[in-house]
């Protein structure tokens, strides 16, 4: 099992920056890729970015140039940098951890981000 705790989020004005933060513990040695999820309401959860263990990342196209996805490996746990946010970017965002099989999926409560205009 592999647990997750998200930080960060808030109240930012349009243009702003917020940083996210989630750690994993648990079973951590079989979690591959970690990234964040978000959804917004009356919509579908979307992937944000994800990160590998090697430190490959993908990013969705709304979001690239504007925000940055690191990962700590010995800290398991990884950062969102939110740069020039917009009002769009308001969600609940989740923190997801993959293992290396793929199954289960981990999730955390989710934190919401609300970018005002």
């Known amino acids: 099992q592999v647990q997750l705790v998200e930080s960060g989020g808030g109240l930012v004005q349009a243009g702003g920056s917020l940083r996210l933060s989630c750690a994993a513990s648990g079973s951590t040695v079989s979690i591959n890729a970690m990234g964040w999820y978000r959804q917004a309401p009356g919509k579908q959860r979307e992937l944000v970015a994800r990160i590998t263990r090697d430190g490959i990342t993908n990013y969705a196209d709304s979001v690239k140039g504007r925000f940055t996805l690191s990962r700590d490996n010995a800290k398991n746990t990884v950062y969102l940098q939110m740069n020039s946010l917009k009002p769009e970017d308001t969600a609940v965002y989740y923190c997801?951890?993959?293992?290396?099989?793929?199954?289960?999926?981990?999730w955390g409560q989710g934190t919401q981000v609300t970018v005002s205009s």
């Open positions: 997801n951890a993959l293992p290396y099989t793929r199954i289960p999926a981990y």
